[in-house]
């Protein structure tokens, strides 16, 4: 081999090397962009996926980016005074917010909840003094169709998603036509004296909103009970089902806390159609003197079926209806949807209707908490015994004075005999 064959071998060799680092480069790029455009697939789906969930951002107040951000209409200036449709969009992005953080513990929160927990001290009364109750009760409300069954789904959806259902498991007590003959209890408890539970009623009707009402300040002062049948459920001589248990053994509890549940779909119909029966009877269930806790609060609302409408009639109706109502948009509102699009029930893919089943859970257990009556003392007892005292004494006073009376009036006649 010659000086020069022996130059241009030593030239292929340095080169060969070269060219596999070359082509090593261009493959490491190639996998690069690839892998971006999967990145950036998966990041596009997400979005999506994040603006199907909060629907509102579809409205002509969001910009649309890919942060979801808002622009200064729906932001709002902070010296001017919002109008009621900001206030709402304004409360649906805060629930968004803080689905991605606070969503685990609110739910840590509400597992491991014990009666009292939220209790705070007013009027100089201590907390021992109070009379909190081993389980806390709150009643589901409204008329026939709203969705209070389908809310008590979406809650074991919501809280079993710790790893364990929390609801203890009952026979659902409905009817032929599938609306609840009895009351049904859904209880979350860590043992049997502390946690809560949720009381599912029967709908009520326009029609006997009279009936309905009674039964609900029934419900109110004399407590509910798991099983217990509500009126108009079946006929007065119709058999009870063989699946409901005697309701008398069970316990009966305290209403702690109502929460009153509406179906926005329908009041929108209402609104446009003209009938106002159904806002009519919301209104009167809604400020019925019976379920208000304190004569300054209103109860929970809860609207349900809003994702049958458009975003923009969702936000017209939420805002016409609390008008009517007479109570802010965004203090003790939410607007939850229990069903997809799918018919099935929303799960850890939406975390703001996640969010706010568990804040309207967390307010009603801070409203019961801080509206605890105080405990009798012993002056009140000894009141009472004394009070009982003397009616018995009283009444057995007016028995006695009632015999001698008819024994008189014998004497007297038997008297009048003889002499004649």
């Given amino acids: ?52 969930n909060c629907w509102w951002r579809s ?22 005074v919002a109008s009621p449709r900001v206030r709402v969009l304004r409360e649906l992005e805060r629930l968004a917010a803080a689905a991605n953080v606070s969503l685990d513990d609110i739910r840590h ?32 409300l409204g008329l026939a169709g709203t969705g209070k069954t389908a809310l008590v789904d979406l809650m074991y959806c919501v809280l079993g998603r710790a790893g364990f ?25 860590r043992s049997m004296r502390s946690g809560f539970c949720i009381f599912d009623s029967r709908g009520l009707d326009c029609d006997r909103m009279a009936d309905g009402l009674e039964e609900v300040a029934e419900w109110m002062n004399e407590g509910v009970r798991h099983g217990q049948p509500c009126r108009g459920a079946n006929p007065p001589d119709a058999p009870a089902p063989a699946s409901a248990p005697p309701a008398t053994r069970f316990l009966r509890r305290r209403v702690n806390c109502p929460v009153v549940v509406a179906n926005l779909y329908e009041l929108h119909h209402s609104l ?9 009877a919301t209104r009167d269930l809604f400020h019925y003197p019976p379920i208000k806790i304190s004569p300054t609060d209103s109860p929970i609302l809860v609207l349900t079926h809003g994702d049958e409408l458009s975003p923009e009639e969702r936000i017209q109706a939420r805002v016409k209806t609390c008008e009517y109502l007479g109570v802010s948009e965004t203090n003790g ?42 405990k009798a003392s012993i002056k009140e007892w000894l009141l009472v015994v004394i009070t009982w005292a003397m009616c018995a004494l009283s009444t057995f006073f007016a028995f006695l004075s009632c015999c001698c009376s008819k024994l008189a009036k014998a004497n007297r006649e038997y008297t009048k005999l003889r002499t004649q």
């Avoid at 609840?180 to 859904?186: M, P, Y």
């Fill in 272 to 280: 446009l159609s003209g009938d106002p029966r159904p806002l009519e």
């Fill in 109 to 140: 929160k509400l597992l491991t909840y014990n009666a009292g927990d939220l209790w705070l001290p007013a009027g100089g009364i201590p907390k021992h003094e109070t009379d909190i109750p081993p389980v806390i009760t709150i009643l589901l």
């Fill in 333 to 374: 509102v939410y607007d939850i949807s229990c069903l997809n699009e799918y018919g099935t029930a929303v799960d850890e893919m939406d975390p703001a209707t996640s969010y706010a089943v568990a804040e309207a859970i967390f307010r009603a257990l801070v409203v019961a908490d801080r509206t605890h009556p105080a």
């Fill in 165 to 189: 259902l929390p609801f203890a498991q009952s026979i659902p007590l409905a009817g032929n036509d599938g609306r609840t003959q009895c009351l049904e209890e859904h209880n979350v408890l």
């Fill in 1 to 52: 081999m010659t000086a020069i064959e022996a130059a241009v071998a030593r030239k292929r060799c340095r080169r060969r090397p070269q060219k596999r680092r070359t082509r090593r480069r261009a493959e490491v790029r190639e996998e690069r962009r690839m892998r971006s455009s999967v990145q950036g697939g998966d990041d596009a789906s997400e979005a999506s996926a994040a603006l199907a």
């Fill in 59 to 80: 409205l002509i107040e969001f910009d649309g980016d890919s942060e979801g951000g808002r622009t200064e209409a729906a932001a709002g200036s902070r010296g001017a």
